[in-house]
């Protein structure tokens, strides 16, 4: 009782230090998935052989998965910046909701690293897919808790926008756990499906040159 | 003496950057957990055997650790969030104070890398609970510091409510260092205190609606 | 259709958390390059021997590439300072640019490395060099985007200005590139090239004494 | 001349991205300390002998070296936090020295491990104390390029402060530049002034009361 009492205090907290160790959290996350590409270790012998060169192109597999989480993270970092943008205050379970997304930020460095390592194995592949998945998936759980009842977003926010939103969100992680299931049928469909998914979220449409004239959100 | 003065000036100081560094610590403590799960290293006969599935289960207690370790330091974080947003002034001591708080957090990932190479060991369970121990002390003396006679606190907060925050923040600590102690007699019981203390501090009580609604604080 | 509905609101988005993001990635991945300094491993003998200094000296060229590294990602830093000053809202064009500005700069560390561990190999020269003219493209492609008819930049920016930015941010990567290309005759010139163009953004003219007074951009 | 034009703009830039590189850069320094402590690894047979209380133990100097360099930069960050506290533009030449000083402190980490692993010979104890020396005469550099005739620096600073404050940046790398010198004589005096040091900052005095109530400077 006396417990809640003081800790319920964090439902009147803002959103910004939640924003901050997010960025952090989204910040190394990101920068750690070049770990994974290690310097190959040559043998002088090797070196003037012109063995760098192969040894590099040999890494190709760490290389296109290091881009294309590259790529996953900075557009689940996006998303974030978009989603807070419409959220205005915090309470405990918006921020233990939020830790459960960054766990599985944080995650992605292993499963990359495990992909890269082992780049159409079913295993690997199904790991990496389900790692998405789940960040997806937290992603729409944050979404419906902040949005129910108007509780955590702005009051100015309509209905249809907030319904929007719920249905949009779900694409990536059905997506994602789809992929994982086809990789214990085809390996390279999974593998060019994790390609191709960040590419969605990439290219621009006609509209974005209308908004960008829209009024600035901090 | 001419020394105290310059230096004594930290007196007049926000809070501002004195968050960002701990946002910092704190986020890439977090974030370095997931260096402590190693991908397998396999054979090619090994990885045609179906060994790499195998070899990701046999990481399950580092995967425990892992998910226990995240929920604490984010839960340290939600408490440093919470109690920062009362304490609105920093002085030298302050700052030392929470540079002890960062040092009990920074070493969770070399604590929690422990536990998950020796699960059940007495020392290292120990290790691990009285880290834990000494980070939720730290928090407890930084509040007893910032708060008397409301040295770097908001005036507007009552005696009761900075009391109250006295005996909860007490009661992490007390539960850590009683987990460590227990290790000698019973390991699984301690690593079972572990695991259920993020807990009390994850499920949400019915004030948390109400207070849902209250003044925003940044 | 839809979708862009929804997603297309980040035209409206400040750059507060897309700069959060991108110091989070700057700042570790200059941090990061430290690692690639590994500290030598002697036995008690080669230590009784005076072998730490001598080991410590061998390490030159990863220090010297240590220091170039660092002067170059601090530099581009500084130009993502300047450009961000000018640029005053995001869209979600500008987010996938910055993400792929900051997958440049994380790749550093790598190039790095690889560069510290062979020197004077034509391929690891090459390497370095092409990762730092990508990152110099892609400041030169962010400041096209942003600045086409003052889409994202401050309205009262002088075309005449704008312009001269997209002139003098095309050295770097022309450098760069130009660099890349000289090691496959001379590896010697080109790190000299790598050691030099970070001194041009060092060192100070004397219109910097006048601009100090000027209004103050955070 | 052209090029000094778009460049010399920096010079009206404010400090906060400055200040948010720079906690960055201290966050992530003084999280990687810990990955200096490496987890002893142990075979069954040395675990069931208790064997893991002893390895941990035998961490003692890495343990030392740890606390006494995380309480560096975390009094280097104190400084850096003050410092800038009264500075309140930027610009070329600030952000370059800053870039300097950074190196200083990112190379702390590197130090560590070395005096962590050979914790009392003459030439990792030379290296520490030189690098802190280095980080230390970069806050006087900063100091003096920032104060000069006001510079950067807030115009109500007296300059009896000013003079103040270059005298005591300056003991610092004078201490620690003399116990560089001090270790090729007496390596335990050495490490003696390492442990020191940083008390002389820690401990409060009684003007520290007194300023607790001036103006809150963010």
Known sequence: MLFRRLYSKSGGLGTHRLEALSDGVFGVSITLLVLAIVVPQLTSLELVDGGLGRALVSLWPRALIYVISFFVIGIYWMGHNIMFSYIERSDR??????????????????????????PFETTALMVYGLTLAF????????????????????KSMSSELIRLGKLLILI?????????LIAMVNPYLTMAIFGIVPLLYIIPGPIDDLVAGAEVVQ
Chains 1, 2, 3, 4 share one sequence.
Do not use: C, Q
């Not at 233990?96 to 499963?111: G, K, Y």
């Not at 960040?135 to 702005?154: D, N, P, Q, T």
């Open 135 to 154: 960040g997806g998936l937290m992603f729409e759980i944050v979404w419906l808790y902040a949005s129910k009842h108007h509780r955590l977003i702005r």
């Open 93 to 118: 379970v918006l921020i233990v909701l939020n830790i459960l997304l960054l766990m599985s930020v944080s995650f992605i460095p292993f499963a990359a690293d495990l992909l890269g390592r082992y």
């Open 172 to 180: 990536t992680p059905l997506l994602y756990a789809g992929a994982a």
